[in-house]
Protein backbone atom coordinates (compact mmCIF):
# COMPACT_ATOMS: atom_id res chain seq x y z
CA UNK A 1 0.00 0.00 0.00
CA UNK A 2 0.88 3.77 -0.95
CA UNK A 3 0.65 6.52 1.38
CA UNK A 4 -0.32 9.34 0.14
CA UNK A 5 1.53 12.90 1.44
CA UNK A 6 0.01 14.36 4.23
CA UNK A 7 -1.14 18.03 2.77
CA UNK A 8 0.60 20.98 4.14
CA UNK A 9 -0.95 23.45 6.60
CA UNK A 10 -0.67 27.09 6.89
CA UNK A 11 0.47 28.70 10.83
CA UNK A 12 -1.20 31.10 12.92
CA UNK A 13 -2.48 33.83 12.52
CA UNK A 14 -0.49 34.37 15.60
CA UNK A 15 2.15 37.52 14.26
CA UNK A 16 0.74 39.78 15.18
CA UNK A 17 0.61 38.58 19.04
CA UNK A 18 3.46 36.73 19.58
CA UNK A 19 6.55 38.43 17.54
CA UNK A 20 6.45 42.17 17.14
CA UNK A 21 9.14 44.13 19.50
CA UNK A 22 8.19 47.48 21.17
CA UNK A 23 9.34 50.11 18.77
CA UNK A 24 9.87 47.34 16.09
CA UNK A 25 10.02 49.62 13.49
CA UNK A 26 12.57 52.03 14.42
CA UNK A 27 15.44 50.87 13.11
CA UNK A 28 17.12 54.71 12.65
CA UNK A 29 18.24 56.12 16.14
CA UNK A 30 16.02 58.62 17.61
CA UNK A 31 16.04 62.36 15.67
CA UNK A 32 18.35 61.02 13.38
CA UNK A 33 18.49 63.94 10.34
CA UNK A 34 19.08 61.34 7.70
CA UNK A 35 15.62 59.32 8.74
CA UNK A 36 13.28 58.08 5.93
CA UNK A 37 9.84 57.14 6.76
CA UNK A 38 8.14 53.38 4.50
CA UNK A 39 5.13 53.21 4.77
CA UNK A 40 2.01 51.37 3.32
CA UNK A 41 -0.11 48.12 3.27
CA UNK A 42 0.12 44.42 2.89
CA UNK A 43 -3.21 43.01 0.41
CA UNK A 44 -4.56 40.44 -0.54
CA UNK A 45 -5.69 39.01 -3.74
CA UNK A 46 -8.92 41.18 -3.69
CA UNK A 47 -6.96 44.06 -2.65
CA UNK A 48 -8.42 43.80 1.08
CA UNK A 49 -5.72 44.74 3.61
CA UNK A 50 -4.16 41.91 5.78
CA UNK A 51 -4.11 43.06 9.28
CA UNK A 52 -2.28 40.31 11.17
CA UNK A 53 0.88 40.34 8.70
CA UNK A 54 4.31 40.90 10.14
CA UNK A 55 7.14 42.32 8.12
CA UNK A 56 10.69 42.14 8.93
CA UNK A 57 13.10 44.24 6.78
CA UNK A 58 16.81 43.77 7.29
CA UNK A 59 19.22 46.08 5.40
CA UNK A 60 23.37 47.13 5.83
CA UNK A 61 24.16 50.42 7.69
CA UNK A 62 24.63 53.59 5.49
CA UNK A 63 28.33 52.63 5.35
CA UNK A 64 27.64 49.32 3.99
CA UNK A 65 28.63 47.55 7.07
CA UNK A 66 26.24 44.78 8.12
CA UNK A 67 27.41 44.46 11.73
CA UNK A 68 24.24 46.23 13.49
CA UNK A 69 23.38 46.73 16.69
CA UNK A 70 20.83 45.03 19.32
CA UNK A 71 17.83 46.04 18.43
CA UNK A 72 14.25 44.33 19.56
CA UNK A 73 15.98 41.63 21.36
CA UNK A 74 17.94 43.85 23.55
CA UNK A 75 17.82 42.68 27.26
CA UNK A 76 18.91 44.26 30.40
CA UNK A 77 21.81 43.32 31.88
CA UNK A 78 20.50 42.81 35.76
CA UNK A 79 17.46 41.00 35.06
CA UNK A 80 17.54 40.08 31.16
CA UNK A 81 13.75 41.41 30.70
CA UNK A 82 13.43 42.99 27.09
CA UNK A 83 14.04 46.51 27.04
CA UNK A 84 13.65 46.91 22.86
CA UNK A 85 15.66 49.27 21.00
CA UNK A 86 17.70 52.28 23.13
CA UNK A 87 16.79 54.75 20.95
CA UNK A 88 20.62 55.86 19.45
CA UNK A 89 22.19 52.47 17.70
CA UNK A 90 21.35 51.79 14.18
CA UNK A 91 20.60 48.27 14.43
CA UNK A 92 19.62 47.24 10.21
CA UNK A 93 16.93 45.16 11.40
CA UNK A 94 13.03 46.17 11.88
CA UNK A 95 9.77 43.86 12.84
CA UNK A 96 6.46 45.29 12.53
CA UNK A 97 3.01 44.18 12.40
CA UNK A 98 0.10 45.43 10.44
CA UNK A 99 -2.88 47.13 11.45
CA UNK A 100 -6.44 46.74 10.79
CA UNK A 101 -5.98 48.52 7.85
CA UNK A 102 -3.69 46.01 6.65
CA UNK A 103 -0.79 49.34 6.90
CA UNK A 104 2.73 49.19 8.41
CA UNK A 105 5.27 52.00 8.97
CA UNK A 106 9.17 51.83 9.47
CA UNK A 107 11.91 55.02 10.13
CA UNK A 108 14.95 53.84 9.16
CA UNK A 109 18.36 55.31 7.13
CA UNK A 110 18.72 54.78 3.78
CA UNK A 111 21.18 51.63 3.10
CA UNK A 112 24.82 51.78 1.95
CA UNK A 113 26.04 49.74 -1.11
CA UNK A 114 22.28 48.50 -2.31
CA UNK A 115 19.33 50.62 -3.18
CA UNK A 116 16.61 48.79 -1.21
CA UNK A 117 15.50 47.10 1.86
CA UNK A 118 14.82 43.26 1.98
CA UNK A 119 11.87 41.88 3.28
CA UNK A 120 10.33 39.30 4.57
CA UNK A 121 6.58 38.93 4.54
CA UNK A 122 4.76 36.38 6.67
CA UNK A 123 0.86 36.61 6.99
CA UNK A 124 -2.25 33.89 7.29
CA UNK A 125 -2.55 31.41 4.67
CA UNK A 126 1.02 31.27 3.50
CA UNK A 127 2.63 27.61 3.97
CA UNK A 128 6.22 29.68 4.39
CA UNK A 129 7.46 33.62 4.73
CA UNK A 130 8.24 35.12 1.40
CA UNK A 131 11.00 37.50 0.12
CA UNK A 132 10.57 41.08 -1.76
CA UNK A 133 12.61 43.94 -1.85
CA UNK A 134 11.70 47.78 -1.12
CA UNK A 135 14.11 49.66 -3.82
CA UNK A 136 14.46 53.08 -2.25
CA UNK A 137 15.76 54.41 -5.51
CA UNK A 138 15.59 53.15 -9.45
CA UNK A 139 19.52 52.89 -9.13
CA UNK A 140 21.22 50.41 -11.80
CA UNK A 141 20.68 46.89 -9.90
CA UNK A 142 20.56 43.11 -12.09
CA UNK A 143 17.36 42.10 -10.28
CA UNK A 144 15.45 45.43 -11.57
CA UNK A 145 16.79 45.44 -15.08
CA UNK A 146 15.80 41.66 -15.03
CA UNK A 147 11.98 42.40 -15.09
CA UNK A 148 9.24 44.30 -17.32
CA UNK A 149 8.71 47.43 -16.21
CA UNK A 150 5.39 46.39 -14.69
CA UNK A 151 6.75 43.90 -12.86
CA UNK A 152 9.83 46.46 -11.77
CA UNK A 153 7.02 48.75 -10.58
CA UNK A 154 5.85 46.37 -7.84
CA UNK A 155 9.45 46.41 -6.10
CA UNK A 156 10.14 50.44 -6.13
CA UNK A 157 8.68 52.41 -3.22
CA UNK A 158 7.16 55.38 -4.54
CA UNK A 159 8.53 58.84 -2.88
CA UNK A 160 5.64 60.68 -1.44
CA UNK A 161 7.47 63.35 -0.18
CA UNK A 162 11.29 64.38 0.78
CA UNK A 163 12.57 61.18 3.38
CA UNK A 164 8.95 59.19 3.02
CA UNK A 165 8.07 56.59 0.55
CA UNK A 166 5.19 54.10 0.28
CA UNK A 167 5.59 50.77 -0.35
CA UNK A 168 2.65 48.35 -0.90
CA UNK A 169 2.79 44.18 -0.58
CA UNK A 170 0.08 42.60 -2.91
CA UNK A 171 0.08 39.03 -2.08
CA UNK A 172 -1.78 38.40 -5.20
CA UNK A 173 -2.56 39.76 -8.34
CA UNK A 174 -5.52 40.95 -9.17
CA UNK A 175 -5.88 41.79 -13.15
CA UNK A 176 -6.10 45.11 -12.32
CA UNK A 177 -2.75 45.31 -10.03
CA UNK A 178 0.23 42.89 -10.23
CA UNK A 179 1.32 41.15 -7.25
CA UNK A 180 5.25 41.91 -5.88
CA UNK A 181 7.67 40.20 -7.14
CA UNK A 182 8.46 37.62 -4.48
CA UNK A 183 12.44 35.74 -4.82
CA UNK A 184 13.22 32.31 -3.91
CA UNK A 185 16.36 31.58 -2.29
CA UNK A 186 18.02 28.57 -2.67
Known sequence: ??????????????????????????????GHPDTVTVHGRVLDGCGA??????LEFWQPAPDGSRTGAPGSLRRDPVDGTAVG?????FTGFGR???GADG????????????????????ARGLLGNL??????????DPLLSSLDARRRATLIAVPERTGVHRFDVRLRGDGEHEETVFLAFR
Open 1 to 30: MTLEPTPSQTIGPYFGHALPHPAGGRIAPT
Open 103 to 122: GYVVRTLRPGGVPYLSVCVF
Open 96 to 98: VAT
Open 85 to 89: RDGVA
Open 49 to 54: PVDDAL
Open 131 to 140: FTRAYLSQAA
